[in-house]
């Protein structure tokens, strides 16, 4: 069966150090997004309420009183989150203004840049539609209270869960038309469609605005891909609520916390195969160490029973592809093959990679396969732990002990 297509972006900033990789953040926004319905959801797999509240109480505003409530949209139990101030006296904020509240806030500097980068991306999307420089954007004075609630609660949500990915999938986007104080306008709302630019989108037969602006902004943000959930381990789902409105789906989004199963990697490699029968055994470690010096990836025999009962050796060298026909030569010259079958073969690996550890017998190179889910397997090789052996005078399991140790602790 065929997979669903993923659309990758790259996020402008990097998951925070000491992230875990295998640690995924996947919306499910099977109804729509809006600002407190990313938060409610985020609040509901585990981030902190008290990280989102000292976000808020370091803008310096207001202050913002954020209002928590569980509610049932269809018969799912959900998160909403709504925002108040005792803030007065102005006419809303210019994102200049908004700009500057982040830049002087008493928040940490990660949320700070993400907050920072979503509203500059409304205010693009705002000032290409109405066609104003970006410095002149205005938001309105409700739109604003909430949506920095919004933003810069959910970009503290995000980075308190620690997760090295974010994945979401298409966004739904709704029909008709929604009244604003500037007159209808048509749906998805053109700042809303701006934002989106790349994004992957499907239809929902809905009179009403299923994606805000706030939550086209932050998903363009924070999303590094776009598609199917991806293959994980869940830990938490939660859900956050929007309106309560009449729709063939109950107006929620949904947050999966989980941890990705490993990908495998994919590749191809050349497979030599030669049946030998009439080649001394004592020439044919030799050969085989002929064939590892000149590049091959692995070569072993594999003793079998011939024709006329005779004993005898199946030669099987793996190589990169543009190695397969020199490796073959040497096969060829060699030994005393006639022939070579030569096949290309699908391989899957584990990731992997190599690394210098500190011994009490010196540097020793090691091996590392594997990842956080299924745990790092080592292998420290075995000409460097020969090496410090005889020039120490210990076994050379002992090297071998103390390089698996030593490699235990790499970050």
């Known amino acids: 069966m065929a997979s669903e297509p993923r659309t990758s972006r790259r996020s402008s900033i990097a998951p925070r150090h000491g992230a875990r990789a295998d640690r995924a953040l996947h919306f499910d926004c099977f109804s729509g997004a809006s600002g407190n319905m990313l938060l409610g959801a985020l609040l509901e797999i585990g981030a902190p309420v008290s990280a989102v509240r000292a976000a808020l109480a370091g803008l310096g505003v207001g202050p913002i ?14 998160r909403h989150v709504g925002f108040s101030t005792r803030e007065r006296g102005h006419e809303g904020r210019p994102f200049r203004a908004v700009r500057a509240i982040l830049r002087k806030a008493r928040i940490e500097p990660r949320v700070r840049e993400r907050s920072v980068e979503v509203f500059e991306r409304l205010a693009r999307a705002e000032g290409r539609i109405h066609g104003v420089p970006i410095e ?20 503290a949500a995000v980075e308190s869960l620690g997760v090295g990915s974010v994945s979401c999938t298409p966004l739904p986007l709704g029909r008709g038309a929604v009244d604003t104080e500037h007159g209808p306008i048509p749906l998805p709302a053109p700042a809303t469609l701006e934002l989106l630019r790349g994004v992957p989108t499907v239809p929902l037969d809905v009179r009403w605005e ?10 363009a943000t924070l999303v590094g891909e776009f598609g199917p959930m991806p293959a994980l381990r869940p ?16 107006n929620v989004l949904r947050a999966v916390l989980g941890e990705l199963e490993p990908e495998l990697g994919r590749d191809h490699v050349a497979l030599l195969e030669t049946n030998l029968d009439d080649m001394s055994p004592e020439h044919l470690p030799f050969l085989m160490e002929r064939l590892l010096d000149d590049g091959a990836l692995d070569v072993s025999l594999v003793p079998q029973l011939m024709k006329k009962g005779r004993p005898g050796q ?20 060699d030994s005393t093959a006639l022939g070579v079958r030569v096949q290309l073969v699908p391989r899957l690996v584990r990731a992997r990679s190599a690394r210098s550890v500190q011994t009490p017998y010196g540097v020793i190179r090691v091996k590392l396969a594997g990842g956080a889910r299924e745990g ?4 420290p090789e075995y000409e460097s732990c020969a090496r410090a052996a005889r020039r120490h005078r210990v076994s050379i399991e002992s090297v071998a002990r103390a ?9």
């Open 65 to 78: 009183r954020m209002r928590l409530s569980h509610v049932a949209r269809g018969a799912i139990r959900a």
């Open 210 to 219: 299923t994606v805000t602006p706030t939550g086209a902004a932050l998903l």
């Open 403 to 411: 390089a698996d140790l030593a490699a235990r602790g790499l970050p």
């Open 314 to 333: 199946l030669l099987r060298v793996l190589a990169r592809p543009p190695d397969a026909e020199r490796l073959a030569r040497r096969v060829l010259s």
């Open 136 to 155: 002149r954007v205005h938001f309105h004075e409700v739109g604003a209270i909430d949506a920095l609630g919004d933003v810069v609660g959910v970009c």
């Open 376 to 379: 790092i397997r080592v292998k």
């Open 235 to 250: 830990l938490a789902q939660g859900f956050g609520a929007g309106e309560d409105r009449a729709g063939p789906l109950p």
